[in-house]
């Protein structure tokens, strides 16, 4: 026995809603990689500015050149030194490091961190 027609054919309804739902599941991938690269670049930068400004303040206290020790330690860390700033014993530093590949491209974040003797810092 045989159906009565119902006036609509929904045969390949499947391929088409696989296709979709496909489309849908790139997207949410390559938007979750742009927004992890994102993270995980600013965190390299907040790791590299931490890092440089204690081996600055370090350097500050033994009457070095703070700033030099900041690059080699941000340059160590993948990164680069944009501002390096010496008030009395306190050091801020900004560095700045490439994210990974990106479809539109490498992105560069900053991040800043400030140190210095213990009751002299804000």
Same mark, same amino acid.
């Given at each position: ?10 045969? $390949? ?5 696989? /296709? *979709? ?7 949410? /991938? +390559? *938007?979750?990689?742009?927004? /992890?690269? @994102?993270?995980?670049?600013?965190? =390299?930068?907040?790791?590299? =500015?931490?890092?440089?400004? %204690?081996?600055?303040? $370090? ?7 703070? &700033? ?6 941000? @340059? ?7 501002? &390096? ?6 050091? /801020?530093?900004? #560095?700045?490091?490439? #994210?990974?590949? %990106?479809?539109?491209?490498? +992105? ?12 002299? %810092?804000?």
């Amino acid at each position: 026995m045989r159906r009565p027609a119902s006036g609509r054919d929904e045969r $390949g309804l499947a391929v088409v809603v696989s /296709t *979709a739902l496909l489309g849908v599941l790139v997207t949410v /991938t +390559l *938007a979750a990689v742009g927004v /992890t690269s @994102v993270v995980l670049g600013h965190r =390299a930068a907040q790791s590299a =500015a931490d890092l440089a400004s %204690l081996a600055a303040a $370090g350097a500050v206290q033994d009457g070095g050149d703070a &700033c030099g020790a900041a690059r080699r330690v941000a @340059v160590r860390n993948h990164a680069r030194v944009v501002r &390096c700033q010496v008030e009395g014993f306190v050091v /801020t530093v900004e #560095t700045e490091a490439r #994210t990974g590949r %990106l479809p539109g491209g490498a +992105l560069e974040l900053r991040a800043r961190a400030r140190a210095g003797p213990v009751g002299q %810092l804000p």
